[in-house]
């Protein structure tokens, strides 16, 4: 592992395709915004001889721009993949977003990764949504590692920054997180800042001198072996409380040396097993330096430490029909099973899915089955097709390099399925299998749109299309209620980027305009209405008379029509049309030009002409009797009011309580539910919750989640009312 007394020499390169699952290590990396996780992924690409310096990719004896490996805003809110190959593996490093909004991509990192290595920056410490992800990993019993970054700040501290981790991560047992290697300062520098230049093995006692750019060991002197004693002692006691061997602390404790590949081997087994997790220390190079620090001591702990595939249990797998099948784990001569964790649309390729093999072995344009579970709620159709696998490749970036296949365990880019969508299942056309869905998000934050023009009006429907089968975390949706067309995003952020891609990727131009809830109207009282429709305009006039009376029902009534019609005043065939007048009038609304619902519209009498009577003038005079109904009558405009619960931290109970309250929410309950969180139940009007996903993240500074459900429309406060009447040109 990255404490190995040798130094390594790393042979390595751009990564080609796998031959074997032990080969194969995929690790992602997690950590908020500005944390440096990319820049973590450029140096161990740097180190592994994927791209020849700092800034440069080599392909083919070229040198291009490193920005071709992805622009640098576009990685920072999607999933990319660099592969690179390490001393006879290959390493695919899923680099995630940090922002919050794009956690979808974060889930597909974390569902096409075997373990996940958590970058902390040591100036800012650790954040609570990293937190978070930390307890889903370890909810799986994801094996997990620490990288501390950012150790040339002047307000790094090393030590203090473990301290913080074990805290953070290590729940009950801190002894779980330790360091394995300490950093080494070189000379102070005029500013009074001596700058990390090296590494101290805690477990070899080896120097790890990066300072001339290229990795040298060297052995440490006493002043050095010194300052380690306590944090070796501390490191030796933790692995072996980890060890399966019961007789190895009291042998330790006897006073007894355990042997250090004993050591090495008990620390690999409880990294993988997701009971240890080691804190490392990184740096990108110096300008013109091959290495940077702690680089090759990282992507040790990779090949060294983290899982294979082999280790990873086989996934939840039934066929389409929901019977349950078994498949052995990680077997390249299996059954195929694969899942698309991501998918992208390039202008000149088409689009593009990154996929995560999981049994089988996949080969260019072989025929798959794509099953999907469908999220009709979110504009997703639940796929049950046949498709030509496309070209199979390794993605570096925007640099494709073509396979020749893609065993169980690796990861691969797959061109032009059109059919297939985020986390849809491939398998063999004549056995098809559908693998379990993993957990995304839900949208929080409406985002109304509009066609900008006609033009735009053509190509909105295919653009929006395209936008949703790319994330799952968006929503789609035609309300029919407001007439709107609504994307349901995860934050301002996400919002921004789905309007980018709409704009730049498939050229529509879109107009924002304000979200609306679908308001509602009732009686709040009886009321009685007549409708007279009598018109003479030469031939055949148009004649019908009707009395009715409206009373209020419960809610979730809906529209009641009762005839108490006696004596045939209105004839018998005329009584649907008056009902049809009726329900047409409640549609457009009485008031404010919302729905009338909640009534019960009772026929008492009318009058009709034997020639002059007909459907429509009796349609007519039933909607001129509810609007006389309504002119005479107290009108309640009704919101609707969302259950919303909220698991926020016990910190920020308080905060997110009386802001529930200033929204004119009634909170109905709370409570505790474990780690330190509380659960708050709440009912709110959905007026006063359109930026929630927003506002909530900056009360709890990102650590709260929330969910709603419309529960019922009621009666709406006065002098809010009467605001939204006024801005109603009809009312």
């Known amino acids: 592992m990255g404490d190995k007394a040798h130094a390594h020499p790393g042979a390595a390169g751009r990564a080609t395709a796998a031959d074997h699952p032990a080969s194969v290590r995929n690790v992602v990396l997690v950590g908020h915004s500005g944390s440096g996780k990319t820049t973590l992924v450029e140096a161990l690409a740097l180190t592994a001889g994927a791209v020849n310096r700092a800034g440069r990719v080599e392909d083919g004896g070229t040198v291009s721009d490193y920005d071709e490996i992805e622009h640098r805003q576009q990685r920072s809110v999607q999933l990319s993949l660099v592969p690179v190959d390490w001393d006879g593996y290959k390493i695919n490093i899923l680099d995630t977003p940090g922002y919050a909004d794009f956690v979808g991509e974060l889930r597909a990192g974390l569902r096409a990764a075997d373990a996940a290595l958590f970058v902390v920056s040591a100036s800012d410490g650790v954040d609570g949504s990293t937190r978070m992800v930390w307890e889903e990993c370890a909810a799986v019993g994801m094996p997990r590692a620490i990288v501390v970054t950012h150790l040339e700040s002047a307000r790094a501290d090393f030590e203090e920054m473990t301290r913080i981790c074990a805290e953070a991560f290590g729940g009950d047992d801190p002894d779980a997180v330790l360091p394995l290697y300490l950093p080494l300062r070189g000379p102070e520098a005029p500013d009074g800042h001596a700058p990390v230049t090296g590494l101290i093995g805690l477990l070899t006692q080896r120097l790890f001198d990066y300072a001339s750019g290229e990795r040298k060991e060297a052995e440490p002197g006493p002043e050095q072996r010194q300052l380690i004693e306590d944090a070796r002692n501390r490191l030796i006691e933790g692995i072996i409380a980890e060890s399966e061997d019961e007789t190895l602390m009291d042998r330790y404790l006897g006073g007894e040396e355990i042997d250090l590949k004993t050591l090495v081997q008990d620390l690999e087994r409880a990294v993988a097993r997701g009971t240890f997790f080691p804190v490392l220390a990184a740096a990108p190079a110096a300008e013109g330096a091959r290495q940077g620090l702690g680089t090759v001591e990282l992507l040790e702990l990779v090949t060294g430490g983290l899982p294979t595939p082999l280790e990873r249990p086989a996934p939840s797998v039934t066929t389409p029909d929901g019977t349950v099948r078994a498949v052995e784990a990680c ?401």
Request: aromatic share 4%; proline share 6%.
């Open 331 to 731: 077997d390249p001569d299996g059954p195929l099973l694969a899942e698309v964790v991501k998918t992208a649309s390039d202008p000149y390729v088409g689009r593009v899915s990154l996929v995560r093999v999981f049994s089988g072995t996949l080969r260019p344009d072989a025929t798959v089955h794509v099953s999907g579970h469908g999220l009709t709620d979110r504009g997703h159709e639940d796929h049950d097709v046949d498709e030509r696998i496309g070209t199979l490749s390794a993605p570096f970036g925007k640099q494709q390099r073509a396979l020749t296949h893609c065993i169980a365990g690796d990861l691969a880019s797959v061109a032009k399925l059109n059919r297939a969508e985020t986390g849809d299942t491939l398998s063999a056309k004549d056995d098809p299998l559908l693998m379990e869905p993993w957990r995304m998000p839900d949208p929080l934050l409406p985002l109304a749109i509009e066609a900008h023009s006609k033009a735009d009006e053509d190509k909105l429907s295919q653009g929006l299309g395209r936008l949703v089968a790319e994330d799952p975390t968006m929503r789609l949706e035609q309300n029919p209620a407001t007439h709107q067309v609504v994307l349901w995003c995860l934050g301002e952020a996400h919002a921004d980027v789905a309007l980018e891609r709409l704009r730049n990727r498939y050229g529509v131009q879109v107009d924002v305009v304000p979200h609306k809830v679908s308001l509602r109207e009732t009686f709040a009282g009886t009321s009685s209405g007549r409708g007279r429709h009598v018109k003479q305009s030469g031939g055949h006039g148009q004649f019908a008379i009707c009395e009715i009376e409206v009373e209020p029902l419960p809610n979730g009534s809906g529209i009641e029509f009762v005839d108490k019609v006696i004596g045939g005043a209105v004839p018998r065939q005329f009584i649907p049309s008056v009902e049809k007048g009726v329900r047409a009038q409640a549609a457009r609304g009485v008031a404010a030009g919302y729905p009338l619902i909640d009534v019960r519209v009772t026929l008492r009498d009318g009058k009709a002409h034997s020639v002059d009577s007909s459907d429509a003038a009796f349609q007519t005079a039933g909607a001129l009797a509810l609007r006389e109904a309504a002119a005479d009558a107290r009108i309640h405009l009704l919101e609707p009011v969302a259950e919303v619960s909220v698991l926020v931290g016990d910190d920020y109970v308080g905060a997110v309580m009386s802001d529930l309250s200033g929204r004119r929410g009634r909170v109905v309950g709370t409570e505790q539910a474990g780690g330190g969180r509380t659960l708050v139940r709440a009912e709110v009007p959905e007026i006063e919750i359109g930026r929630y996903a927003v506002d909530l993240r900056s009360i709890s500074h990102g650590t709260a989640r929330f969910d709603r459900h419309y529960a019922r429309h009621e009666p709406m406060p006065q002098q809010i009312a009467e605001r939204i009447r006024e801005r109603t040109p009809d009312s």
